[in-house]
């Protein structure tokens, strides 16, 4: 099993759509929790973070973190052409060192 | 990009070659991470720097990947006796901030592209 699993994809949505990202852990020990979005050919770059359970919110962005059930999730409202783009997701534990999984494509359609 | 410098962008070499990876964060971060991203993976930790010392470095493959950071600012990441599988894009990160290092978001760079052929 992954430390980090999520969905390859691709996660097609229409344009104005809420986009809903899935990512579940195997270590209970995971501290902190990231999501990242990298376009082709770019490096990623980080979009949200989330420390602790519930819910947090930065503009169109919401991480969900539940971490008796291990898993963290990216909701993106008002889905746009331009957020398509692969959604990494990332956590760390005791260590500073990010693991990642695999990403899931998302695709917004016009 | 988000103040982790990386050079050279591109490179490609032949299989056995030796090379050598740059990266310069904006300064006054003393934690410094690499990670290699091969395609369609997620990126892998290889090795963490704290100051001029490697704090981690239980992601590094084998002994063909050694990295240094003698002055706590530039990194080298070095790759002797290159194989096929060496191919990807090796990315350097710093934390989000300069204090406080411990399970803070990281930005990376914008990697170099490691083609051996």
């Known amino acids: 099993q992954k430390e980090v699993e999520q969905n390859s994809g691709p996660l097609s949505v229409p344009e104005g759509a809420i986009a809903s990202l899935n990512c579940t852990y195997s270590d209970r020990g995971s501290q902190s929790f990231f999501w990242y979005r990298q376009y082709s050919g770019k490096s990623p770059e980080l979009i949200m973070f989330?420390?602790?359970?519930g819910d947090k919110e930065d503009g169109r962005f919401t991480a969900q973190l539940n971490k008796a059930s291990q898993y963290v999730s990216l909701l993106i409202r008002d889905s746009q052409p331009s957020d398509s783009a692969t959604y990494l997701c990332?956590?760390?534990?005791?260590?500073?060192?990010?693991?990642f999984g695999g990403g899931t494509r998302l695709m917004v359609k016009p | 990009g988000a103040g982790v410098s990386q050079t050279p962008s591109n490179k490609v070499t032949e299989k056995g070659k030796y090379v050598e990876l740059r990266c310069d964060p904006i300064s006054g971060h003393t934690a410094l991470y690499w990670y290699r991203q091969s395609l369609g993976q997620g990126p892998e930790f290889l090795i963490y720097?704290?100051?001029?010392?490697?704090?981690?470095d239980s992601g590094l493959p084998n002994d063909r990947f050694f990295a240094v950071r003698p002055e706590g600012s530039v990194s080298t990441l070095k790759i002797q006796r290159t194989e096929r599988g060496d191919s990807a894009v090796y990315l350097c990160?710093?934390?989000?901030?300069?204090?406080?290092?411990?399970?803070?978001?990281?930005?990376f760079g914008d990697g170099t592209r490691l083609s051996i052929l």
């Open positions: 990332a956590r760390t534990n005791a260590g500073n060192m990010l693991t």
């Open positions: 990160a710093r934390p989000r901030l300069k204090a406080g290092y411990f399970n803070q978001p990281q930005h």
């Open positions: 720097f704290q100051g001029t010392g490697a704090a981690d």
């Open positions: 989330i420390y602790s359970n």
